[in-house]
Structures are given as C-alpha cells and as structure tokens.
C-alpha cells in the first residue's frame, strides 16, 4: 500500500490556476488523478505513467498539466484556465491494480489520498 498525501486545493475565481501535490510513500510506475463532484461520477482527470506516457481526459486537455518528480515520489497536477465545472474534491492514486494507465485504459487503484477541495466560482 502507497500512501498518499495530497496538498493544494483551494477556492479560485473562474480563469484563475492551481497546482496540486500528492507525496508518495514510494514510487509506484502508474500514477494520476481523479475528481468527484457532489451528485456526479468519479472521472478520471489526468494520468500518468513513469516512462513518458501522459493521458487527459478531453474536459481538460490544453488547460490541465500532469508531471512527477521521481525523485521526490511527488505527483503535481498544473490547473489552468479553470471553470466552475472543475468544482470537485480531486484525489491522487497510484498502485494500478488493472486497467491502462490512460483515461481510456478506465484504470483501477489499490491506493487513495484523502482529497483536496478545488472550488471555482464564476
């Protein structure tokens, strides 16, 4: 089990940025990011993968930058240009229990962090 503290949430008006943290116990290959609202599904923001390899879901391609620092087992995810409808608690996984390490590859994760908030108003 990876744990996974995750820092950086926070409350931003439309158009503004935030950068999320999420430090690793210890380094796994696939790592990424998910996020919830109140009363929609669990979506997979951004993964990924230690060689190369990154994935976006579409909502978030050109404004979200996902990247790790290997060396710090730290997970960061650049938010951009953000809209009220990235509202959500997001959570930091790592340790693929199966699927791809894409949005597409609709991975599955052995561990969790605790979520940090991201609120955005218009």
């Known amino acids: 089990q990876v744990q996974l503290v995750e820092s950086g949430g926070g409350s931003v008006q439309a158009g503004g940025s935030l950068t999320l943290s999420c430090a690793a116990s210890?380094?796994?290959?696939?790592m990424g990011w998910f996020r919830q609202a109140p009363g929609k599904e669990r979506e997979g923001v951004a993964f990924?993968?230690?060689?190369?390899?990154?994935s976006y879901a579409d909502s978030v391609k050109g404004r979200f930058t996902i990247s790790r620092d290997s060396a710090k087992n730290t997970l960061y995810l650049k938010m951009n240009s953000l809209k009220p409808e990235d509202t959500a608690m997001y959570y930091c996984?790592?340790?693929?229990?199966?699927?791809?390490?894409?949005?597409?590859?609709?991975?599955?994760?052995?561990?969790w962090g605790q979520g940090t908030q991201v609120t955005v108003s218009s």
């Open positions: 996984t790592a340790g693929l229990l199966g699927g791809g390490c894409s949005v597409s590859g609709r991975p599955r994760f052995r561990s």
């Open positions: 210890r380094y796994t290959s696939c």
């Open positions: 990924k993968y230690s060689v190369g390899g990154t």
